[in-house]
């Protein structure tokens, strides 16, 4: 959320459908846009929305939202990680995290292909075009929003190919493409 309005819903919804089919076999477990209501004592700024629910909300989170400065990525290579579905346990994410040795953030590589960071989806730059990961642990709201507009699109990128591109942008529901761009030689392994 930002300003009090609330951002790319179209996609956050249809996150929660696929879980809604994917996890609990029904269409649509709820609306987001009926249930979030923003409360008044918030101040114009950025804030995290979390929704936390299983197959029933347990909890709507209203939090300030500050972006991390990240300058550095450590390649981490880690085979079976798995985070298809957003969630509160990141505890083999943070495991990865705790390896960064000075670098500010991480560069999941599983099976030899990029994925994502600690907290974002990637977006590499070769000058000319923006190229997501194939196969990213979590397909985010905002990567799939940039596919759909034909900002981005996606193409798989290899631990060895990382080098052909100029800069690596992260992007989250809340960082948008060209807020935080690394460019790669500040990528180590």
Known sequence: MRDRQLHNLEWHQQRVDKVSRECFGKSSLFTISDLLKIPPCLEPGDYKCRLIYSNHIERIEFAPYSRKKVTSLRLIEHNSINYSYK??????????????????????????????????????????????????????????????????????ITRRNIWKFNEIHLINAMIDLGEIVINTEQVTS
């Open 87 to 156: 969630s509160t346990d990141r505890t083999q994410l943070k495991a990865l995290f705790d390896q960064r040795s000075g670098s500010e953030d991480i560069l999941i590589v599983r099976n030899d292909l990029v994925t994502d960071s600690y907290y974002a989806n990637v977006v590499f730059y070769d000058g000319k075009q923006f190229i997501t990961p194939s196969m990213p642990l979590l397909q985010g709201t905002k990567r799939a929003k940039l596919i759909a507009e034909g900002r981005i699109k996606p193409g798989e």
